[in-house]
């Protein structure tokens, strides 16, 4: 089983996934940006883009990557991953069901102000490429992103209270 945790930058997706992992039996973190973060060192270097999910071999190198991790360890994969384009998100999730791979697919919701707060309190100095995926986030919640996932709202959760509601989620 895969537990995607997805969000926008702030949402607390790397911290809550390292707990989650904790907390479920025979369960690894995959971060499939290290997949987009091994594109990136190909020389010369891929098109120009301003994300590596644009590039199209990423998407079904993560369906591939998580499959034969799950091959060789079974057990479930917490996925922490922003995912904001829908047919990027379709892509993915019919590439792992095509491997009769489960997806529990969660997203780590704040308000705005909430991420921004977050965001502009990373030391050394605030993101700005983290802060340009705000409304982007925005965008997709309200188009089709909280419709096909379990929403956790980190508001006013600590990353463990988070944790443990996934958790939860999943071993019901």
């Known amino acids: 089983m895969i537990v995607w945790l997805n969000g926008t930058h702030g949402a ?3 911290t ?3 707990l989650v992992q904790q907390l479920l039996p025979d369960s690894r973190v995959f971060d499939a940006e290290k997949v987009g973060e091994t594109l990136m060192d190909i020389t010369p270097g891929l098109p120009e883009t301003d994300n ?21 360890t079974g057990g479930t994969l917490v ?7 829908e047919p ?9 069901a095509q491997h009769a791979i489960p997806v529990r697919h969660f997203v780590l919701h704040a308000d705005q102000d909430t991420l921004r707060g977050r965001i502009e309190g990373d030391s050394p100095v605030p993101s700005p490429f983290r802060l ?3 409304e982007p986030y ?4 309200r188009t089709w992103l909280h419709g096909e996932a379990e929403v956790v709202d980190t508001t006013h959760l600590t990353p463990a209270e988070a944790a443990l509601r996934i958790a939860g989620a999943v071993k019901s």
């Open 12 to 14: 607390g997706k790397t």
């Open 16 to 18: 809550t996934s390292a």
């Open 52 to 72: 590596f999910q644009h590039w199209p071999p990423w998407r079904p190198l993560v369906v591939e990557t998580a499959r034969r991790v799950l091959d060789y």
């Open 79 to 85: 996925v922490p991953m922003t995912v904001l384009v």
């Open 88 to 96: 990027y998100w379709r892509e993915i999730s019919t590439g792992l």
């Open 132 to 134: 340009r995926y705000l």
């Open 138 to 141: 925005a965008e997709a919640a």
